[in-house]
């Protein structure tokens, strides 16, 4: 259980002056968090997400990577005031945004070209993070293949053994990412400031028009990872893709790599929920295998 006077406390220090917390009502927060709307003596809107006091340095990762994107002042994203860590609990506390379906998505998809072109050196992150409840590796690379073989696909591949994934689908997988090369062979990628868990759920926008975007798994890698996601579960018009690639053209390979890309999405689903997810991976992989 929350304690809400020491919530209030940290909002007060964070934001140097005295915030007193209202009652707050529960709201959804997705499906590994609690989540509370509610407001100060002034009228000010919250939004809370709490967890076991071991998901801390989740929180610490969600708030880091929200900041990268507010930094790149190219699309909306909520405003983290503190991350903390109680004796029964950790919390995350930000802006609370009154939302509605993303319907603007030819903005939409010129404000994500603009993202993904704030661009570093390497592939990855100065700090892991999570996709889902899953732990996503970040750990830095020069070389794109490299960093996608072994922190996303092999990573993921290892999980989905521990998890029941044949020895027939894990060997097929190994095969897979030892030749994923073969699917570069024309194409260079940059490190583009990625969402990283960029699906419907993770997309809205404000009452104004302007679309948002939350519950990030950031890191800095091929940006095919992000469109490829957004087609994965659907949610985002033939204009969105038509939008950024006005402002970003996207190479012609993207049709075969996207499958690759949401490979590692559905291994993670096997690994968090089981079920179907696993042939649905080793479908794809042999897809894949086929193009070599």
Not at 143 to 160: M, S
């Amino acid at each position: 259980m929350l304690d809400w006077q020491e919530i209030s406390q940290s909002l007060s220090h964070s934001l140097n002056r005295d915030i007193s917390l209202r009652t707050p009502s529960s709201v959804r927060g997705g499906c590994i968090n609690q989540a509370w709307k509610t407001h100060d003596q002034n009228g000010e809107l919250y939004f809370i997400k709490s967890n076991t006091p071991s998901r801390l340095s989740m929180f610490e990762a969600e708030a880091e990577g929200l900041q990268a994107i507010e930094n790149s002042q190219a699309i909306r994203s909520p405003k983290v005031f503190t991350t903390q860590q109680q004796a029964t609990a950790s919390y995350i506390v930000m802006e609370y945004i009154a939302m509605q379906s993303c319907s603007n998505m030819i903005l939409l998809g010129q404000q994500l070209a603009a993202m993904h072109k704030q661009k570093r050196s390497r592939f990855g992150w100065h700090r892991d993070n999570t996709i889902g409840a899953t732990p996503q590796s970040n750990q830095q690379h020069q070389d794109w293949v490299t960093f996608w073989c072994k922190e996303r696909l092999v990573f993921q591949l290892n999980l989905a053994k521990h998890n029941g994934l044949s020895n027939k689908q894990y060997e097929d997988g190994l095969k897979l990412a030892n030749n994923v090369s073969v699917f570069f062979d024309s194409y260079s990628p940059v490190a583009s400031l990625l969402h990283g868990d960029l699906w419907g759920g993770n997309c809205s926008q404000d009452l104004t028009g302007n679309p948002v975007i939350y519950d990030p798994a950031v890191y800095f890698g091929d940006r095919e990872t992000d469109l490829a996601m957004m087609e994965l579960f659907g949610g985002f018009s033939s204009s969105c893709f038509d939008s950024y690639a006005e402002h970003y053209p996207i190479d012609e390979g993207y049709s075969t790599r996207k499958t690759l890309y949401n490979l590692y999405h559905i291994l993670n689903h096997f690994n968090l929920f089981g079920g179907g997810y696993g042939t649905q991976a080793h479908g794809m992989i042999h897809r894949l295998l086929a193009e070599l």
